[in-house]
């Protein structure tokens, strides 16, 4: 069929208009296509309170994975009402393989398994807008904390960066930041989320969903509500971007790794690289923070058991 002359004028003429509209509509406006990657750990999932919760082979762990994929489904559901193009979640616990992929958000895409270069950030690149760490927990040596630990339990008694002593949620954020990805939201309990804040900055928004008495019990926020307040604050988050920027620390880098045992250091100062600092610690430099990163990981995952 042939087109009519008016018709073509009218079509040229909306085409011109939607064209005109696009720089007229304020940036804030516009849905920019923007990827979430989203770290998910344990320890700081709604209702985990002890290790046999967070560990195959139990009776309790069935329960504790279903938490995890319920805590961070909400997780995906608000960034998709916010806006998210594409959501990939990083199973970032153990063996890495704690959420059953049926489980999972349909529009996720889910990283199984373990070891990965990049461990618990596996998958982030450039082209993410945003972080999310969900069921985060706090530092080795922190008190009133779930399971409170940095990288290994039976390992890790402080890590430093440049000094200063980091949880597992300022490492990532680094990692984030390394590719120039804020993390705008942190989950977990009330001692993560104090912990963010004095990393982070106070921009970042933290949903704490249980607070610990000790290291092994905590009041929980009702299940539904916990995951209320993850979507809620995951679309808060999200609508707040650019205000937060990414973490980044100063190269060049000097890492200090503490053990729990002097036999641990001794393996690790075989290195020729590695210096010894005391009985328990050793450190060592690197102008490149995922090439230092990656070296902290095989120092943590070669120590012998204490
Ligand atoms: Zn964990």
Redesign the pocket.
């Known amino acids: 069929m042939k087109k009519s002359p008016i018709r073509i004028v009218t079509l040229v003429a909306l085409a011109a208009f939607a064209f005109a509209f696009s720089f007229i509509l304020p940036a804030a406006q516009q849905k920019p296509a923007h990827k979430v990657f989203i770290s998910v750990?344990?320890?700081g999932i709604s209702g985990i309170v002890h290790g046999d919760q967070?560990t195959p082979g139990t009776a309790e762990y069935a329960a504790g994975r279903k938490w995890m994929a319920q805590d961070v489904n909400a997780a995906v559901e608000g960034a998709l009402e916010a806006g998210a193009t594409e959501v990939v979640v990083n199973d970032?616990?153990?063996s890495m393989r704690n959420i059953d992929p049926d489980d999972i958000h349909p529009r996720a895409i889910l990283i199984s398994g373990s070891p990965k270069p990049l461990s618990m950030m596996q998958g982030i690149d450039a082209s993410f807008a945003v972080c999310l760490l969900i069921?985060y927990?706090a530092k080795a040596g922190t008190e009133d904390a779930i399971?409170d630990h940095t990288i290994s339990g039976s390992v890790v008694r402080a890590i430093r960066v440049n000094g200063a002593e980091l949880p597992e949620l300022g490492l990532n954020a680094a990692i984030a930041g390394y590719y120039g990805v804020p993390v705008v939201l942190v989950s977990g309990d009330t001692a993560v989320c104090r912990q963010a804040g004095e990393v982070l900055g106070k921009n970042v928004v933290t949903v704490a969903v249980k607070e610990a008495y000790g290291r092994l019990a905590a009041k929980l926020v009702p299940m539904g509500e916990a995951r209320r307040l993850i979507k809620a604050g995951v679309k808060d988050a999200l609508g707040k971007l650019g205000r937060i920027k990414p973490f980044k620390i100063a190269s060049p880098y000097n890492f200090e790794l503490g053990y729990h045992v002097s036999a641990q250091a001794d393996m690790a100062a075989m290195l020729t690289e590695v210096k010894r600092v005391d009985a328990r610690t050793v450190a060592f430099t690197a102008d490149d923070f995922i090439l230092g990163f990656r070296k902290l990981r095989a120092l943590i995952a070669l120590a012998p058991a204490r």
């Open positions: 750990d344990m320890e967070t970032s616990h153990g069921g927990h399971l």
